[in-house]
């Protein structure tokens, strides 16, 4: 699946009359527009103050990272990136309540950036994941909003180039004859690293696989997630504690929980079953207020 999971984590967006390709762990479309939003910022301020930066870093390849540090110390990281001959973007403050500044550079200037970790306490490098991650909710929401606004037309290419790619991932495994298909409801994701989700699997009550965020796409507004199950990989199973549980390959979970043919043979069971205890109850309530009653008439 390699190719697939390849596919799943690039994101492109057209800006100015440029291709910007991505390579991250989240390509949601929420994710994106959130991307977008951000850059589109960025190249507004840039071309206020006469900076080309982020639309070089762009060009140069999607293979960009953060640079995370304590707000008072930007002058100090400005001045050190210029003289190392750090190519760098400021990124709009997407956190205030953090007390952290971050800025985005390319890969290849890691060693420098961390030349200036050295000398500035509390910094780090991150993914641009983690950025957006970050990000306070309402302050991503507006940024999208604003850009929404003032740039409709780079909103309509991101969303229909993202539906596009969807629609790629969703076809090269439909035609992958060593995977399975399956869909997963956002309600059975459980836990989240910046890597991986833990889905609980269908009708089992203590039984959760991982997933790599590498490995799925969010179709349905982000309600569902569509992946593939690799028919002869095998896949762990924990308990909700992370503890394994057993082993079955990706044809067994298929056909045991994730079959849409099965699921609603299982569905129906379990709704017939559901039905029958309602049902019960029902007659042992309307017993039990017989007994009450005649129990009444013999006090009598």
């Not at 977008?36 to 103050?49: G, I, M, P, Y």
């Not at 640079?67 to 003289?83: C, G, I, Q, R, Y």
């Not at 003032?150 to 991932?169: G, L, N, S």
């Not at 796409?217 to 503890?243: C, F, M, V």
Request: net charge positive.
């Amino acid at each position: 699946m390699s190719e697939i999971q390849d596919a799943a984590q690039i994101i492109r967006v057209s800006m100015e009359g440029m291709e910007i390709i991505m390579r991250l762990g989240k390509t949601n479309l929420d994710f994106v527009k959130g991307v977008t939003a951000v850059f589109r910022q960025v190249l507004e301020k840039e071309k206020l103050s006469g900076k080309t930066s982020v639309k070089q870093l762009l060009k140069n390849g999607g293979d960009l990272q953060v640079f995370k540090f304590p707000s008072e110390n930007l002058a100090a990281v400005k001045k050190m990136a210029d003289k190392y001959g750090i190519l760098y973007s400021i990124l709009p403050d997407l956190n205030q309540s953090d007390g952290m500044s971050e800025i985005l550079f390319h890969s290849q200037a890691a060693p420098r950036i961390r030349s200036i970790m050295e000398q500035i306490q509390n910094s780090k490098i991150e993914s641009m994941d983690d950025y957006f991650a970050n990000a306070e909710p309402e302050r991503m929401e507006k940024a999208v909003r604003e850009v929404q606004e003032t740039y409709p037309e780079d909103m309509k290419a991101v969303t229909h180039t993202k539906q596009q790619e969807i629609r790629q991932f969703w076809e090269e495994i439909q035609n992958n004859p060593d995977v399975n298909g399956i869909t997963i409801d956002r309600k059975m994701v459980v836990d989240e690293t910046a890597e991986s989700i833990k889905t609980r699997i269908p009708y089992k009550k203590n039984e959760y696989i991982w997933l790599k965020k590498s490995e799925i796409t969010w179709i349905n507004e982000d309600k569902t997630i569509y992946t593939g199950l690799e028919k002869e990989k095998d896949y762990e199973i924990l308990d909700n504690a992370n503890q394994p549980v057993r082993k079955a390959t990706g044809q067994q979970l298929f056909k045991q929980s994730y079959d849409p043919v099965k699921r609603q043979i299982i569905g129906r069971q379990q709704r017939r079953k559901k039905k029958k205890e309602e049902d019960y109850q029902q007659i042992r309530k309307a017993l039990e207020s017989t007994e009450r009653t005649l129990s009444g008439k013999k006090g009598r």
